[in-house]
């Protein structure tokens, strides 16, 4: 095993740059005024004891921790079994978020079974429904699947932030920058997801969750006075 691959598998070093991130992403976010916009409808669900599907795109990804109230319930992420994936299921759970897994071994019935048994628990789950490899801002039907086996209702979520980062990831992820002005913004996905969807109807359904995840996104961007961010 290479030198390169060991320090990659280290559980020390992954735990001291979780540790890393995660401060970071607090102080960020501690040293900056942000809003937050259209929360309401998804805190009176969970305040009733029901958990959501939780949407967002890959790039927005990092502040979470501040999307979801957990004073109001469980929550539980899904991240990618790889390397990048593992790191941010640490991140995450710095913030005491549950996580699964998605392993390229495991069958896709395999893990829904198991995030359908986390909603039943009592979880809300989130995922980012262009990941974990993209391509960038391009839903799958996922949510629209577990929306349909267990009729909970669906929230696409974002934030910006008037100074951040932007990596040269296939997602151009994006971090807050200190002592800025940043908005946290929430939307309910109202279309209803029946039982009975054909191969059409969820195809549709999917374009609508892809484009209101856009609309949430962009209308965040403007918030905070940027211009809406675009591949």
Same mark, same amino acid.
């Given at each position: 095993m290479s030198l390169r691959r060991k320090l990659a598998d280290s559980p020390r070093l992954n !735990? &001291?740059? #979780? &540790? =890393?991130i995660a401060g970071y992403v607090r102080f960020a976010h501690a040293t900056s005024r942000w809003e937050r916009s259209g929360f309401e409808e998804m805190a009176a669900e969970l305040a +009733? !004891? #029901?958990?959501?599907?939780f949407c967002v795109w890959h790039q927005r990804l990092i502040m979470a921790p501040w999307m979801f109230d957990q004073r109001l319930g469980k929550f539980c992420s899904?991240?990618?079994?790889?390397?990048?994936?593992? =790191?941010v299921g640490g991140v995450l759970g710095r913030f005491g978020f549950a996580t699964v897994p998605m392993s390229s071994h495991k069958r896709h019935v395999a893990l829904s079974r198991e995030v359908? +048994? +986390?909603?039943?628990?009592?979880?809300?789950? !989130?995922? &980012?429904?262009?990941?974990?490899r993209g391509p960038a801002r391009i839903a799958s039907t996922v949510p629209l699947v577990w929306a349909r086996s267990t009729g909970k209702r669906i929230f696409v979520l974002s934030w910006s932030a008037r100074r951040r980062i932007r990596a040269s990831s296939w997602d151009r992820f994006m971090l807050p920058l200190p002592f800025s002005r940043g908005v946290l913004m929430c939307r309910a996905f109202n279309e209803e997801v029946p039982r009975g969807l054909d191969v059409e109807g969820t195809e549709e359904l999917r374009r609508r969750? #892809?484009? &209101? =995840?856009?609309d949430v996104t962009d209308a965040s961007d403007i918030a905070v006075g940027r211009r809406p961010d675009r591949f």
């Open positions: !735990g &001291a740059v #979780e &540790a =890393l +009733r !004891g #029901e958990p959501v599907i899904l991240t990618s079994s790889a390397r990048a994936g593992r =790191l359908l +048994r +986390r909603i039943a628990d009592g979880y809300t789950v !989130g995922i &980012a429904v262009d990941g974990p969750l #892809e484009q &209101a =995840l856009d």
